[in-house]
């Protein structure tokens, strides 16, 4: 039985068996007897490393029975393996040999917090995002099935991952075109399974073995040649399986399940893996993990231990006071969505599995009829959002900017075309630190400002969040306010719900010469460079619509418009600026600072805006060259 440890050690643990097994090759040498003990060497590794680098624990620790198994069975890096997000893939990184470079685990240019093909031929298909496994592995094992490969591919899913809809359609789509490829479903919450114990296991065995799969064709060909006989014994197979196993739905779509089994019993998993290994056509196997196994704090609270923090050395000196931190901008939005939603009863709040990261903790508990998690399901959220606005409600779509990508035909048909009364509050928008490029809201002033009828705000603290919500809230038509991850400048809040005069930029700083347009957070930083050369510095507030008058009134009085904006420089909200002096006629020097056009990698927030010159550091710097040309 796997070891239950109670605290994240500080020191490399001794871990004689995982030393030996750096490399799936050589794990494949150990005895089948040392898997467990190497099973409990990982574990405490994993403790360890996290420990030291911070960053996702809880479904790591679940899958490390299941990584050794599908390492030990597959032929990987030939046999393909693709993980599901990629939480759970720091054990297979470990495995893959990247145990010693996991103490740079998302920091800058060390390894990144997800499977990345430029990393590791042993990361098959990068991912970020849920729910892809299943695609790319059928597109894997097509491309196999075509080149004559006999290699195997599996997708490993986790069961929130399960709720999305392009899971489903991969599951459809296997099934039509008869793929050799196993999917293995990580349900981690039992969320859709049985209990487990012996029974489900030792059926598990039996009907992933090739005695039965032999016995199935066999009867197949003798009753096919009776009228019926066939269809009436797989509806018969299929009910009792049914009555056992929870496998129903899958068997209907065309795989053949297997399960659930103890995903933690490496014997049982070992045993069914062989045995699917083989097995031709679309297979499907359910094993029950728990989040945060083998340590018992996790264990007790798998959404507080699903990522960490780095442990300080314990004789660390004592940190500086901080500065008081003002409240995170999803705090933010938490208290206006509970707000606004005591004060109209037709606020409907809708996350696609963001409750707590999105902060809407407190509205699920106040307002539970009104609260909507769609899981993991981007493009339904937006299109319930469509419907609710259709009948008359107030529906605010609480989504990371990253996830919003994933419906944007929805927010142009099914909402921005119909012209619908929905507010999008766009959370994670910029760079956002050690998850890299995959999570970073890079474009979404962009895709946004070009949809007709969109009114796109950006604030530039905590206050003017409040207020921009309110405005897109009272807004007649689809409205958005991005805002990124982590605290703001600690802004005081009005708590009255007063909106903006929309369209309307607000000079923050008087000065001669350059004009700092900002649009959101940069502002602070902005006002630091604006009295280091004496600009005027502008809180442009509203991407979309563009403050014209003012834009107007500032080239005609300076010699130099510096457009600031945490997002790509291209179609972002420097371009709408441009776009509007070149039809006005109006020549004017213009300076466009923002996210460069490349994927800027994981490192912390502040070295990633340095990195792009977004700090006030480079925010002079750049000002100061371009000055220096005229």
Not at 185 to 199: E, F, Q, T
Not at 357 to 373: H, N
Not at 602 to 628: F, N, S, T, W, Y
Request: proline content about 6%; overall charge negative; hydrophobic content about 40%.
């Amino acid at each position: 039985m796997p070891t239950t440890f109670h605290e994240i050690p500080r020191e490399r643990p001794a871990t004689p068996l995982l030393d030996r097994a750096s490399m799936p090759v050589e794990l494949r040498r150990l005895a089948e007897a040392e898997l467990e003990t190497l099973a409990d060497e990982l574990r405490q590794d994993l403790l360890y490393t996290v420990g030291q680098t911070g960053g996702h624990f809880g479904a790591g620790l679940g899958v490390v029975e299941l990584t050794i198994a599908l390492h030990y069975v597959f032929d990987t890096p030939d046999d393909r393996l693709v993980w599901d997000v990629g939480h759970q893939a720091y054990p297979h990184k470990i495995l893959t040999g990247r145990r010693e470079r996991m103490l740079t685990l998302r920091q800058k240019d060390g390894i990144a917090a997800f499977p990345r093909r430029v990393e590791s031929e042993y990361d098959t298909f990068g991912v970020g995002h849920s729910s892809t496994s299943i695609s790319a592995a059928l597109g894997m094992a097509i491309a196999a099935k075509l080149q004559g490969q006999k290699r195997k591919t599996v997708a490993v899913i986790g069961d929130g991952a399960m709720t999305a809809g392009m899971a489903f359609e991969a599951l459809n789509h296997a099934s039509d075109v008869q793929a050799d490829m196993l999917v293995v479903l990580n349900d981690n919450d039992m969320s859709i399974s049985r209990n487990v114990g012996g029974l489900s296991n030792y059926l598990a065995k039996i009907l992933s073995s090739r005695t039965y799969a032999s016995m199935r064709e066999g009867s197949k060909k003798v009753l096919s040649r009776l009228p019926g006989a066939w269809e009436i014994a797989r509806k018969t197979e299929e009910h009792a399986k049914g009555m056992l196993v929870p496998g129903t739905l899958f068997e209907e779509l065309g795989w053949n399940y297997i399960g659930p089994i103890d995903g933690h019993d490496l014997p049982t998993l070992l045993a069914t893996l062989r045995n699917m290994r083989d097995l031709e056509g679309p297979q499907f196997l359910h094993v029950i993990t728990k989040k945060g196994k083998g340590f018992a704090p996790a264990e007790a609270d798998p959404i507080g231990y699903h990522a960490i923090t780095k442990l300080e050395p314990i004789n660390a000196p004592a940190a500086e006071p901080k500065k008081p931190a003002g409240p995170k901008y999803s705090n933010v939005f938490g208290q206006w969505l509970c707000d606004m939603a005591a004060a109209d009863p037709r606020l409907m709040g809708i996350t696609p599995a963001m409750k707590e990261g999105s902060d809407l903790v407190a509205f699920s508990e106040r307002f539970p009829k009104r609260y909507f998690d769609v899981a993991i399901a981007e493009q339904h959220a937006v299109t319930l959002a469509a419907g609710m606005a259709c009948e008359g409600a107030k529906p605010v779509v609480a989504i990371y900017s990253t996830f919003l990508q994933r419906a944007y035909d929805q927010l142009i048909h099914d909402v921005a075309v119909q012209n619908l009364d929905v507010l999008f509050a766009i959370d994670r928008a910029g760079l956002v630190g050690e998850d890299g490029p995959t999570h970073a809201g890079s474009f979404d002033l962009s895709y946004l400002r070009c949809i007709p009828g969109m009114l796109v705000m950006t604030p530039s603290d905590e206050n003017e969040m409040r207020r921009m919500l309110t405005t897109g809230y009272l807004f007649d038509g689809p409205a958005a306010v991005r805002y990124p991850r982590g605290s703001g400048p600690n802004a005081p809040i009005d708590p009255a719900l007063v909106p903006l005069e929309i369209g309307k930029g607000v000079i923050r700083r008087q000065g001669h010469k350059t004009a700092l347009l900002v649009f959101g957070v940069q502002l602070a930083d902005a006002l630091v460079v604006g009295e280091a050369l004496d600009a005027t510095v502008v809180d442009m507030r509203f991407v979309k619509p563009l403050d014209e008058q003012l834009v107007r009134e500032l080239a005609a009085s300076h010699e130099l418009l510096v457009t600031i904006e945490e997002n790509a420089i291209m179609g972002g909200a420097g371009s709408a600026v441009g776009e509007f002096l070149a039809a006005e006629g109006l020549q004017k020097p213009l300076l466009h600072l923002g996210l460069p056009d490349y994927y800027v990698e994981h490192a912390k927030p502040a070295q990633m805006l340095a990195e792009c010159g977004l700090d006030a550091a480079g925010i002079e710097r750049a000002v100061r060259a371009r000055l220096e040309k005229s």
